[in-house]
């Protein structure tokens, strides 16, 4: 591994609410200005690669990851975690380990190898960003439960137990390697909404119910507004700070509440929270066009023609008598 001095931020705006889009937006812009190499990460997250930026500021990445946390703080009232090193997996890593409920901060790994090595020593397999709950319950079988000690085995063994591609992608992470670069993007239009459960909650039930919810307001949304989505994302957040994304694209653009449910439900079941203390969840409806541009398949499944009567009558009933007209039978409050 080759010293490579810090060049890439992994910021994580800090709200006691979910951000709104135009303020997310806001904070994306002001990052532009310190690098146009900027990676959205909705919906409360962004990757920059400030390499570019450091002779034109005169400061070190640590340096304009501060002047980005200052700039957000006066202009949106938002904080935000920094984490500062030479490649994306490590700058987010940094930015996770600051410890939970404290304010902004900016954490920096060294580009030295020994640095990095013992940054990720004694980080359990499910710490390195891409390790799902199956690979490390898989890993830690074999008793390869650090990183330490996914690095010191051979590849072949790694190979063995995740197959090919998944252990040369293990094995390099766990050296702190990502040939991943920071790849500027438009954030696509999208709808979001978060519950946050009164307590850290064990009971995927509950969870289930949450998303159920979340899905439903989603879709009457989408809906009310005329327009449809061909992404479905999931936000995890736990009881120690951290947070789980994923996301799917839908086999069609749709705003049918049961779709968006169903996708919902399998992000969810994949990311196999038996034990996680799971302090809110939140979906995001991203790819929205106008819902005139929607091609539903035809379908000879009587249900499904129900169902989607059933809901545009769900529809009329809310405009004519409000939200609370008509809910799901699982429905949950969502603060």
Request: with cysteine; charged share 20%; net charge positive.
């Amino acid at each position: 591994m080759s010293t490579e001095n810090p060049h890439v931020l992994y910021v994580r705006f800090q709200a006691d609410a979910p951000l709104a889009e135009d303020v997310y937006q806001g904070l994306l812009a002001l990052l532009g200005e310190v690098t146009p190499v900027v990676e959205a990460l909705p919906p409360d997250a962004a990757l920059a690669d400030v390499r570019g930026a450091l002779r034109y500021f005169g400061r070190d990445a640590a340096g304009l990851a501060e002047i980005v946390r200052v700039r957000a703080l006066a202009r949106y009232g938002v904080d935000c975690v920094v984490g500062v090193a030479a490649n994306p997996m490590l700058a987010r890593m940094a930015a996770h380990d600051a410890p939970p409920n404290t304010p902004g901060a900016v954490r920096t790994v060294p580009g030295d190898p020994d640095a990095v090595a013992g940054f990720l020593a004694r980080k359990p397999p499910i710490a390195l960003p891409g390790v799902g709950a199956a690979t490390a319950r898989a890993l830690c079988a074999y008793g390869l439960d650090s990183t330490e000690r996914i690095a010191a085995a051979p590849l072949a063994t790694l190979q063995r137990i995740l197959g090919a591609a998944t252990a040369r992608r293990v094995h390099a992470w766990a050296h702190g390697i990502d040939p991943a670069p920071v790849t500027p993007n438009a954030p696509a239009r999208a709808v979001g909404a978060e519950h946050r459960f009164d307590h850290d909650e064990l009971d995927p039930v509950r969870r289930r119910r949450a998303l159920l919810t979340l899905a439903d307001g989603l879709g009457i949304r989408l809906r009310t507004s005329g327009q449809i989505a061909a992404r479905l994302g999931l936000t995890v957040r736990y009881a120690d700070g951290s947070s789980t994304t994923r996301s799917r694209t839908l086999t069609e653009p749709t705003a049918h509440t049961p779709v968006l449910t169903a996708a919902a439900y399998a992000l969810h079941d994949a990311l196999g929270l038996q034990r996680a203390r799971v302090r809110s969840v939140a979906l995001r409806a991203e790819g929205l066009m106008g819902a005139e541009l929607a091609s539903h398949q035809l379908s000879f499944d009587a249900e499904d023609d129900k169902a989607r009567r059933a809901e545009a009558a769900a529809d009329r009933a809310r405009a004519r008598f409000g939200a609370s007209a008509v809910r799901p039978a699982g429905f949950l409050d969502v603060a």
